[in-house]
Structure formats: structure tokens, C-alpha cells
């Protein structure tokens, strides 16, 4: 099996070195072996590892979530039902998030109406809703 530097592993994975580096710190990815001249080397799971590690954050997971993740994949006792049920949470999050963008965005269509966009910045309705909203 052929091992991979840091940087052919970061090409693979679609990533920046410092993005490898960040997450052998925050435990996502496991210290890697040295070659004897000091070189990280990394196998094919590691790759997978990444990908992985990226898809997730791609679907709204945090790094706290993604190890998570990561550790049911590893345990043997856990179960899809286990996956499921962080999978769900997330959806749920995900549409609690959905409700408070939608509430934001009613209220920017509303005080961006109630400006005519003329006059000088110190009368601009906008403005002076966000200081009335912070009373």
C-alpha cells in the first residue's frame, strides 16, 4: 500500500496542509507514522478519513459532531439507529435555523421597504431601526 505525504493526502482530500494539521490537533485525524528523514505519512484511510470529515461539515455538522461521528463509526456496539438519530437532530437544527433566517429576512424586506434610499445616513430608517431593536 503506498503511503501519502501530507500534501498528496491535502490534494486528495481537497484541502489545504494546515486544514491536515488542524484536525490531527483536534484528534479527527490520528498522528500519522514518520519516515526516518521526519516526513508524515499518511495511508488510504486517511483519505477516506477526510472525506469524510469534509462531507459532513458539508452537510452543516461541527467538528464536535464530526468526531462523534467518527467514533460510532469505529465502535462496534453502536448501530445505524445511533447514526440515525444524530442525522435527525441535525435536520432539526437545521430547520430551527431555517425558521430564524426566514424571521430575519421578513424583517430586512420590511424596515429596507420603509427606506427610500435618499437622505442623508444620519435619518436612514434602517439605521435607526437597529438602534430601536437593541432598546
Do not use: H, W
Request: proline share 5%.
Amino acid at each position: 500500500m503506498e503511503s501519502l505525504t501530507s500534501g498528496k493526502l491535502a490534494n486528495q482530500g481537497g484541502v489545504n496542509l494546515e486544514t491536515i494539521r488542524y484536525y490531527e490537533r483536534r484528534g479527527l485525524l490520528p498522528k500519522p507514522p514518520r519516515t526516518p528523514g521526519g516526513y508524515r505519512t499518511f495511508d488510504a484511510e486517511a483519505v477516506r478519513r477526510l472525506r469524510f470529515i469534509k462531507q459532513a461539515q458539508a452537510l452543516g455538522f461541527s467538528l464536535k459532531e464530526v468526531r462523534e461521528l467518527l467514533a460510532l463509526r469505529l465502535d462496534p456496539r453502536s448501530s445505524c439507529a445511533d447514526v440515525r438519530r444524530r442525522a435527525e437532530a441535525k435536520i432539526a437544527d437545521i430547520e430551527q435555523k431555517l425558521r430564524a433566517l426566514r424571521a430575519m429576512r421578513k424583517v430586512l424586506v420590511r424596515i429596507t421597504a420603509a427606506c427610500a434610499g435618499r437622505g442623508p445616513v444620519n435619518e436612514c430608517p434602517i439605521l435607526e431601526s437597529f438602534e430601536e431593536r437593541g432598546r
